[in-house]
């Protein structure tokens, strides 16, 4: 699976959008992006994934740039609760459909988001 | 639907001793992982079960670490002769392939302290 590089750590005010990026520079063509987070002392969450598309859900928006190097997850309006260590993961798969091929989920170190008061 | 469950939440034990550590997952998941999670790190990959069948196994499981999933339904992961370096966060999660995305939804985890 491709290496993604995130931030280490960033703030956002309480009510902005939290933008969060992502490198995935040696992504190849039927790699999917997939975004959890992680709440302190809770297991990882699906947020949404992507292939080469932007996609919306009741999360969370997924950007991903036309030449797919690089992703940005945006939480519209940030909320306490939304204090976590945000996975940008990348993961193949084959053809069009993700859940064959390499089927497990590699995590990095994450970005760790604190939403500001 | 609970959510995938995970037992004991927390266990501590002595250096050389045995642990186990169950999973039930979503009943409809056909998949199932194991991960263990040390602090300040991301989730590192162990194993995974579709239905019974083991389908792949990290090097980081060592000979003492064993996983099983016997009637393709909960899952137990024993530690043998547990050392201090085995002290982490195990994480299991459980998917269903026919979804299409195989969104891997986690339990809280089980936290291990060998003292």
């Known amino acids: 699976d491709a290496k993604t590089t995130q931030p280490t750590s960033m703030d956002c005010a309480e009510g902005r959008a939290a933008n969060l990026p992502c490198n995935h520079s040696?992504?190849?063509?039927?790699?999917?992006v997939y975004w959890y987070r992680q709440i302190h002392s809770q297991g990882p969450q699906y947020i949404i994934h992507g292939l080469k598309n932007n996609e919306t859900n009741e999360m969370a928006s997924l950007i991903i740039t036309e030449d797919r190097k690089s992703s940005t997850l945006i939480l519209p309006h940030a909320t306490l609760r939304d204090t976590a260590v945000y996975y940008c993961i990348v993961r193949s798969g084959v053809g069009t459909r993700p859940n064959f091929g390499n089927e497990k989920l590699t995590f990095g170190t994450g970005t760790r988001l604190t939403i500001i008061p | 639907d609970t959510g995938v469950s995970q037992n004991p939440r927390h266990k501590i034990t002595k250096r050389g001793q045995n642990v186990t550590f169950r999973c039930d997952p979503i009943?409809?998941?056909?998949?199932l992982y194991w991960y263990r999670q040390t602090l300040g790190q991301g989730p590192e990959f162990l194993t995974y079960?579709?239905?019974?069948?083991?389908?792949?196994k990290s090097r980081l499981l060592s000979d003492r670490f064993s996983a099983e999933r016997p009637k393709g339904s909960f899952s137990t992961l024993e530690i043998q002769r547990t050392e201090q370096g085995d002290s982490a966060m195990y994480l299991c999660a459980s998917s269903f392939t026919g979804s299409g995305a195989n969104v891997l939804t986690f339990g809280a985890g089980s936290r291990l302290t060998v003292l």
């Open positions: 009943s409809e998941h056909n998949r």
């Open positions: 079960f579709q239905n019974e069948a083991q389908l792949e």
């Open positions: 040696t992504i190849s063509g039927n790699e999917y």
